[in-house]
Nanobody, 122 residues
Framework: QVQLVESGGGSVQPGGSLTLSCTAS????????MGWYRQVPGKERDFVAT???????YYADSLKGRFTISRDNARNTVYLQMNSLKPEDTAVYYC????????????????WGKGTLVTVSS
């Protein structure tokens, strides 16, 4: 079993920056890829970014250049640095760990955190 715990959410003004963290615990020998999805109330969860254990990164096209994903394997932690934030980035951000592929829903077990709210507003 894998537990994912996010931190770092909060409120920020447009143009600001925020860094999210997610630490994995439990029995995670299956875990290689970790990453982030986000969800606006009333909408589906959208892919944000993932990173493999070897450091390969994948981003939603619309977020490239503003968001950066990284990880510290020794701490079992993945980070999401978000810059130039916009009101439309407001969402609940979920940490994910798919056991197959680099996105959720590829046929393996998908682990989710409980989410952390990011609000971008003036």
């Amino acid at each position: 079993q894998v537990q994912l715990v996010e931190s770092g959410g909060g409120s920020v003004q447009p143009g600001g920056s925020l860094t999210l963290s997610c630490t994995a615990s439990g029995t995670f020998f299956r875990i290689n890829t970790m990453g982030w999805y986000r969800q606006v109330p009333g909408k589906e969860r959208d892919f944000v970014a993932t990173i493999t254990g070897g450091g390969s990164t994948y981003y939603a096209d619309s977020l490239k250049g503003r968001f950066t994903i990284s990880r510290d394997n020794a701490r079992n932690t993945v980070y999401l640095q978000m810059n130039s934030l916009k009101p439309e980035d407001t969402a609940v951000y979920y940490c994910v760990a798919p056991t197959l592929g680099v996105r959720i829903g590829q046929g393996g077990i998908d682990y989710w955190g409980k989410g952390t709210l990011v609000t971008v507003s003036s």
